[in-house]
């Protein structure tokens, strides 16, 4: 099953989700394309070979501004709407794949803090987080509805930087930059 984004909007539905995948023996997963793109594939080597050395950070972008209408999905509460749960979840399931290509398995989130700004239907309109993962890695987002962003993702190493040029979520090219000053760009 492929399931579109958001697999759930709580903890308590996507394990019911995932109980009954087992039960049943049926692939489950979300429907977020990003990480089987072909500029990823290079994204994800330079991981796993160390090129930037260990992770330090992650930063992201995702955002653009569409007027307020109640009653669309971006902004209705019943149709899991907010910034978060439409566009964050790249944000949060890109670094979550990278960490795991750099480190074997993602992280353990230690902490983290969250600012939201809030639409009259209650849902999110622009989320700014950072998390803290084990080995001190930190990722830090902002998603949302009122502004445009930049739209990259930048992967900083203790030996280099990866970044996803605008529009990392439907990524053609990467580039990576050395200390020294190497860069190597990939266009797929």
């Known amino acids: 099953v492929l399931c579109e984004k958001p697999l759930a909007v709580n ?3 996507a394990q019911a989700l995932s ?5 049943l023996d049926v692939f489950l997963m979300e429907a977020l394309w990003t990480r089987f793109l072909p500029a990823y594939d290079s994204v994800g080597e330079w991981l796993r070979a160390g090129r930037i050395g260990p992770v330090r950070a992650i930063q992201s972008s995702f955002g ?8 669309t999905r971006h902004w209705d509460p019943w149709q899991a709407g907010g910034a978060l749960l439409d566009i964050g979840v790249y944000n949060l399931s890109t670094a979550q794949w990278a960490l795991a290509q750099a480190n074997g398995a993602a992280p353990e989130l230690q902490d983290f803090t969250a600012e939201a700004k809030f639409a009259p239907t209650g ?5 700014l987080a950072t998390l803290r993962f084990s080995g001190d890695v930190h990722l830090q987002f902002r998603c949302g509805f009122d502004a445009l962003a930049d739209n990259s993702l930048r992967i900083f190493g203790e030996h280099g930087l990866i970044t996803v040029p605008a529009r990392f979520w439907e990524a053609t090219s990467a580039v990576l930059r050395m200390d020294g000053g ?5 266009e797929r």
């Open 11 to 13: 903890l308590r539905q």
């Open 19 to 23: 109980e009954l995948s087992l039960k």
């Open 64 to 71: 653009f501004s569409i007027p307020f209408e109640a009653h």
């Open 123 to 127: 849902v999110d309109t622009a989320l």
């Open 182 to 186: 190497e860069e190597q760009r990939v």
